[in-house]
């Protein structure tokens, strides 16, 4: 009882000692015994012109507790909340600046102390600060090992799938090797039918031919001994030049008869020595000459009979069309086993190609492997799950779209294609904390400016949102993004007050 009769006086004159507007750390250097040091040391002024409302230090540190010194600046003590200095001029200027009162002592002005309230939503905003980085940090524990185990697993496959690919580089050779196999007697086969099937156009063709000069011949051929007479040629009077309705045997002979020869598809034009028309095979050629001579004997009798068979009306003698080529021109199908052999070579290819494609999803899978096992995902790969995701923020007009890694698009709301605001850089934080910010970079030019790019700063949170997007310069946007990897680890946590049993 006699200590704390004691101790009373002794705190209520340090109060008073203390000049208005002094902070704790400085006090000593107001001492009333003494005379002031200004304190940049410019001036040593008498006790009584500290806070006398004139400015006597050129830092104004003579005036902490009035507004005489423009330069000069007025501690709040704030109990209960944060210490504050704030400019001179505030002082007893009629706004309550600090939450304790302090700085309008003189204006009539009457300031509640605030600072006791202030101090407590400040703990609870600090108390939720420190629970969000706490479970962020917890959560940021799990991501790592997450990553660790899953990226053990991808090197496993990796592995696997190096293994399998070199089994299926052997295996698409071997089917290579099966398929040309199969394709040599396929390419046989199918040549063989195609070669065939040319000679027997071939083949065709001349026998129509043939068929189209012998009914020619044999329309002049009257009386089918196998050779055309002059006197033959006279009973066709729709031959005869002159129009004197006989065919002279001079006519006969230098008639351009066109009769078509087997060999040659063109229209043949008789020799003047040899005005006959030839016999349509070369066989029956022989047998001409051979009968030549008699011809002659005939000639007369022919020309007897020339009159009452040349009112028939007789055929054309120009050639008929030859038959629509479509059906004449379509290769009959494969035989069964030149089938067989196409069909063989085709499930050879089918397999080779179905081999060679897997071999390609295999070499795919391995190239993202690679690059997601050796990415830099942070300090403890804590930021590797963000890797195949994307996270949207809608805004009035846009929809943008950070796809982590990847890339930053933005979406007219109302439809529309959307702009690349960046692929992905690098990591773009200060030395200290690089992995506080992502760099997007080289998206869609802007007109008459730079490609747009995006820069994501990483701030704590439990959960993984696009809080914010903006376009703080011309084409340069800046994003907010939280996530539990960004939680840096909590300091330890702090006893609640009156948790202090022991005393
Ligand atoms: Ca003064
Ligand atoms: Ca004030």
Known sequence: MLLLVLLLPVCWAVEVKRPRGVSLTNHHFYEESKPFTCLDGSATIPFDQVNDDYCDCKDGSDEPGTAACPNGSFHCTNTGYKPLYIPSRWVNDGVCDCCDGTDEYNSGIICENTCKEKGRKERETLQQMAEVTREGFRLKKILIEDWKKAREEKQKKLIELQTSKKSLEDQVEMLRLVKEEAEKPEKEAKDQHQKLWEEQQAASKAQREQELAASAFQELDDDMDGAVTVAELQTHSELDTDGDGVLSEGEAQVLPTDVPVPSDPHLMKPKEEQP????????????????????????????????????????????????SPTEEDKMPPYDEQTQAFI?????????????????????????????????????????????????????????????????????????????????WGSWAGPEHDKFSTMKYEQGTGCWQGPNRSTTVRLLCGKETVVTSTTEPSRCEYLMELTTPAACPEPPPELPIEGDHDEL
């Open 276 to 323: 006959l028309v030839a016999s349509p095979t070369a066989e029956e050629e022989e047998e001409e000459e051979e009968t030549d001579e008699e011809e002659e004997d005939e000639e007369e009798e022919d020309s007897q009979v020339q009159g009452e068979q040349s009112k028939e009306t007789p055929p054309p003698l120009v050639p008929p069309q030859p038959a």
């Open 343 to 423: 069909d063989a070579a085709q499930e050879a290819r089918d397999k080779f190609e179905e081999a060679e494609r897997s071999l390609k999803d295999v070499d795919e899978s391995i190239r993202n492997l690679e690059q997601e096992i050796s990415f830099d995902f942070g300090p403890n790969g804590e930021f590797a799950y963000l890797y195949s995701q994307c996270y949207e923020l809608t805004t009035n007009e846009y929809i943008y779209r950070l796809c982590p890694f990847k890339l930053v698009s933005q979406k007219p709301k109302l439809g529309g294609s959307p702009t690349n605001l960046g692929t």
